[in-house]
């Protein structure tokens, strides 16, 4: 098909890429990273949308839409933040909350785990395994479903762990497993 008979807007309305889960896993996510993504929902529900709807009413009124930037940007951006409004119910939809809390004290990794690993170069690293949507690498949080994760699940303080690298095998020891204590 001719890109001429096509609208401009199908290539902005497409959904955002979901980030990869297993077949049939869940979509784990930590009661903070849930209140975060819920705020975030209800902020551009209750405060952003209705300020860039008033913008948008404004604009049109003026007449002429078509070198309109207010009106034409205000759509844009109204676009966008439909567009995240629907990622983000998608996600609180299907989200599991888990407590890493009532792990507290112990030494076997599972999901929410603050654990510090040696490699087998003698490099250290303190990761944080979180939900898929809460992850941040600049921060050292890792997604539960990385491999990294992945090798550290289930093992404990003391452990070594193989992880399969792009450049072969990789020898981890788990040095310290952590949680956040109860509230």
Do not use: C
Request: no cysteine; proline share 5%.
């Amino acid at each position: 098909m001719s890109k001429a008979f096509t609208k401009e807007s199908d290539a902005e309305d497409d959904e955002p890429a979901l980030p990869a889960m297993p077949a049939g896993g869940k979509n784990y996510i930590t009661p903070a990273g849930y209140a975060r993504l819920r705020t975030e929902l209800l902020s551009l529900i209750d405060e952003e949308r209705p300020k860039v709807v008033e913008v948008v009413h404004w604009a049109a009124s003026n007449g002429d839409r078509s070198e309109n930037g207010d009106y034409l940007y205000g759509k844009k951006r109204l676009r966008e933040i439909d567009r995240r409004i629907r990622f983000l119910t998608k996600r609180l939809e299907i989200a599991e909350v888990v407590d890493p809390s009532v792990h507290a004290g112990s030494e076997q990794v599972f999901f929410g785990a603050t654990v510090t690993y040696i490699d087998d170069e003698d490099v250290e690293r303190t990761v944080t395994i979180l939900g898929v949507d809460e992850t941040d690498n600049a921060q050292l949080q890792i997604s539960w479903v990385s491999p990294v994760a992945r090798a550290l699940l289930k093992a404990r303080q003391g452990d070594e762990v193989a992880l399969q690298t792009p450049a072969g095998m990789r020898s981890l020891e788990i040095l310290s497993v952590s949680y956040p204590e109860p509230k």
